[in-house]
């Protein structure tokens, strides 16, 4: 009986020292960041759907004093229809062709957005629409929540490849997330990340 009680006190001890071992060890990390990468691109959909949210009201109001510039505003109910139609694919994340498709439609969109708030300068009434005014000022907002939500995908997707790619860590996803693959990141230049400047 007593060989008995060791034996079942050894196994016990290594069952326990294994998973001591295994949760220092990072087991866990993996699928963490993983959820962390997807929070973050969650939040970058969501600030772009934002944007092409406002876009209908925008174009909406420039029109109504604006109506010589209809090329500028096709440019743009186009742009927002390619960024908002697009079927993001399921792999999206680690697909890049479908990522940097996605990417040059949303840079697309905020490129004649831009050329949009460059022609409000030849209409002082238009700048000095209250409902043009508040859009204007909903935009840069939404913008600068762009910027905030790509740099926090960029910091979750460098914190999981990383994981993926560096030892001991890539041995253990090779073991038990034989799945798990490095994610896409953004990589339009910093000149068209910036927010559109115009002076009102």
Same mark, same amino acid.
Not at 145 to 174: F, G, H
């Given at each position: 009986?007593?060989?008995?009680?060791?034996?079942?006190?050894?196994?016990?001890?290594?069952?326990?020292?294994?998973?001591?071992?295994?949760?220092?060890?990072?087991?866990?990390?993996?699928?963490?960041?993983?959820?962390?990468?997807?929070?973050?691109?969650?939040?970058?959909?969501?600030? @772009?759907?934002?944007?092409?949210?406002?876009?209908?009201? &925008?174009?909406?109001?420039?029109? +109504? @004093?604006?109506?010589?510039?209809?090329?500028?505003?096709?440019?743009?109910?186009?742009?927002?229809?390619?960024?908002?139609?697009?079927?993001?694919?399921?792999?999206?994340?680690?697909?890049?062709?479908?990522?940097?498709?996605?990417?040059?439609?949303?840079?697309?969109? +905020? +490129?004649?957005?831009?050329?949009?708030?460059? $022609?409000?300068?030849?209409?002082?009434?238009?700048?000095?629409?209250?409902?043009?005014?508040? &859009?204007?000022?909903? &935009?840069?907002?939404?913008?600068?929540?762009?910027? $905030?939500?790509?740099?926090? @995908?960029?910091?979750?997707?460098?914190? @999981?490849?990383?994981? &993926?790619?560096?030892?001991?860590?890539?041995?253990?996803?090779?073991?038990?997330?034989?799945?798990?693959?490095?994610?896409?990141?953004?990589?339009?230049?910093?000149?068209?990340?910036?927010?559109?400047?115009?002076?009102?």
């Amino acid at each position: 009986m007593s060989h008995s009680i060791i034996r079942i006190s050894a196994r016990l001890a290594a069952v326990f020292l294994i998973a001591v071992g295994l949760s220092a060890c990072g087991i866990n990390a993996v699928p963490t960041q993983d959820e962390q990468v997807k929070a973050a691109w969650s939040e970058v959909l969501n600030q @772009y759907q934002r944007r092409a949210d406002l876009v209908p009201n &925008l174009v909406a109001t420039v029109k +109504g @004093y604006a109506k010589q510039e209809e090329t500028v505003l096709r440019e743009v109910t186009e742009a927002r229809a390619h960024a908002t139609q697009m079927t993001l694919p399921p792999d999206i994340l680690s697909n890049p062709q479908a990522f940097h498709q996605f990417e040059q439609n949303q840079a697309a969109l +905020g +490129g004649a957005l831009g050329r949009l708030l460059a $022609v409000s300068e030849a209409y002082p009434d238009l700048k000095s629409n209250q409902n043009f005014l508040v &859009l204007q000022s909903q &935009l840069e907002g939404t913008e600068n929540r762009i910027a $905030v939500a790509r740099k926090d @995908y960029i910091d979750a997707v460098q914190v @999981y490849n990383t994981t &993926l790619r560096t030892i001991p860590s890539r041995w253990i996803a090779a073991i038990f997330y034989p799945d798990a693959k490095p994610r896409e990141t953004f990589t339009i230049t910093v000149k068209a990340q910036q927010t559109p400047q115009v002076q009102f």
